[in-house]
């Protein structure tokens, strides 16, 4: 369905007049989020011109702080650097001169609102462990037409403490129930520790990062021609043109069909957007006037809540009388469905089994992200489906002359972080140098 959607939207769109672009840049990019504003930098340090088109009124995409609501930074996307000692993004945060935070890594396990005892964790860390090695080994035994496994035929849970351990593969780490989870997707991505949070919030840092890129706010770009002697880009403000475009939209926005080629997408490119769906991972924030939560500053949860939804929780951040869930998959799915304010209902008794229920009496502000409904973003990051964590390298490649791909679904290691993100602009920027320094076709 969705490819056919792709093939309707790529008719002819009525002439639109040209928009007050300041002249033709070089390179036209389409997004401002970490990949659009790392191709933006990596091109204008290289002498070129450059000019971002964003859909939103702010830059950052699915990286954004909200600094006020709280009186805490609320990163309503990315909010943690991972594998810190090899992450490119890390370029970001020295370039951006931030203050780093260490993720302090033990967390406490919950079942149905009880504390597990501590000689369960053992057991727990046993599973954990064990999981990582089934996957391994189910990935050697893939048939070779396949070479994959589907990470839920491999971790089938025999009672609640592998239900918990799993859903940390699937739904609390990728957004995806096990049964949509690739092992071959998921193993390819570097272990998350160490782990860094930015002081102020990582939304924060990249707003001020990408401050100095050219970009105009509120366009939207719905039709790229590559078919003529420049490109032409048809936006919601105009056209414009350039002599390269590098498009960083997420998968979700590419399978509505609503930016159209010229030439059409190859059907190569239409399947690995296809094949690489958007997950859905959401954040809930809840202050509370009084300490109703009797745990230390930055205390981390994980746990099933007795109706066996899994959920993480970080209460107390920065000691404030405050609490932030984390819901991904089936959960987070069903809650944007639900829509109203079914999130906050959850992360409220989802903490009111654990902490009690005078916390309902005490709640203040509260805001839940909704990421999946999101029309710039349709999803929180892109997942391969079972036998195709291969389609990232097909999505990354150019598209007919001059129009290449970036964004975090591109990236073959780093896909789903900023990092990916990271990566895919400076690979893309280097490409449509390459294209701008040779002769055209
Ligand atoms: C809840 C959540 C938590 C996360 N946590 C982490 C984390 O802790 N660590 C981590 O590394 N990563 C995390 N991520 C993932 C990370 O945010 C993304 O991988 C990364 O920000 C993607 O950057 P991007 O530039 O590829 O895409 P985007 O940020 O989505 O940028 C693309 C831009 O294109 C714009 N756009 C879309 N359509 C059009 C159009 N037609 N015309 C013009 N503009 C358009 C969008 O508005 C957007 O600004 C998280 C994501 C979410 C949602």
Do not use: C
């Amino acid at each position: 369905m969705r490819r056919r959607r792709l093939l309707l939207a790529a008719g002819g769109l009525a002439a639109l007049p040209r928009a007050a672009f300041a002249a033709d840049p070089d390179v036209v990019i389409i997004g401002a989020g970490v990949a659009g504003l790392t191709a933006a930098r990596t091109l204008m340090a290289a002498g070129k011109s450059v000019q971002v088109i964003e859909a939103r009124d702010r830059i950052g995409g699915r990286t954004f702080t909200d600094a006020k609501t709280f009186g805490l930074p609320f990163d309503h996307g990315a909010q943690w650097i991972e594998a810190a000692n090899k992450n490119p993004a890390m370029a970001i945060v020295k370039e951006a001169q931030a203050r780093t935070i260490p993720e302090r890594d033990e967390q406490l396990l919950y079942l149905g609102g009880t504390v597990l005892p501590k000689d369960e964790y053992a057991r727990f860390e046993k599973i954990a462990q064990e999981a990582s090695r089934k996957l391994e080994e189910a990935l050697k035994r893939a048939p070779p037409q396949f070479g994959d496994a589907v990470v839920g035929r491999v971790l089938v849970p025999a009672d609640q403490l592998q239900t918990l351990a799993y859903s940390m593969v699937g739904p609390l780490e990728q957004g995806v129930e096990n049964m949509e989870l690739s092992a071959r997707d998921f193993l390819r991505q570097p272990e998350a520790d160490p782990q860094l949070s930015i002081e102020g919030g990582l939304g924060t840092m990249i707003a001020r990062w990408g401050a100095k890129v050219p970009v105009r706010l509120g366009v939207r770009a719905v039709r790229i021609d590559s078919t003529g002697a420049t490109i032409t880009i048809e936006t919601t403000a105009g056209q414009m043109r350039g002599r390269a475009v590098i498009v960083t939209v997420p998968t979700g926005v590419l399978a509505t069909g609503l930016l159209g080629f010229a030439p059409q997408l190859n059907a190569a490119r239409r399947e690995a957007i296809e094949q690489l769906p958007m997950a859905t991972y959401n954040k809930v924030m809840l202050q509370f006037s009084s300490k109703v939560i009797d745990a230390p500053a930055g205390r981390s949860i994980v746990g099933l809540t007795r109706k066996g939804a899994p959920f993480e929780a970080i209460v107390r951040p920065m000691g404030r009388d405050a609490a932030l869930i984390l819901v991904g998959g089936a959960t987070a799915r069903a809650l944007e469905e639900e829509g109203g304010r079914a999130a906050v209902a959850f992360a409220v008794s989802a903490l009111a089994e654990i902490f009690g229920n005078e916390l309902r009496g005490v709640l203040g502000a509260s805001h839940a992200t909704r990421w999946g409904k999101d029309p710039f973003a349709r999803g929180s990051w892109s997942v391969a489906r079972p036998g195709h964590a291969d389609k990232r390298k097909v999505l990354a490649l150019p598209h007919h002359d001059r129009v290449f791909f970036a964004g975090e679904a591109t990236d073959p290691v780093w896909a789903t972080r900023v990092a990916g993100a990271y990566a895919s602009g400076v690979r893309a920027a280097r490409e449509a140098l390459a294209a701008l320094g040779a002769p055209r076709r």
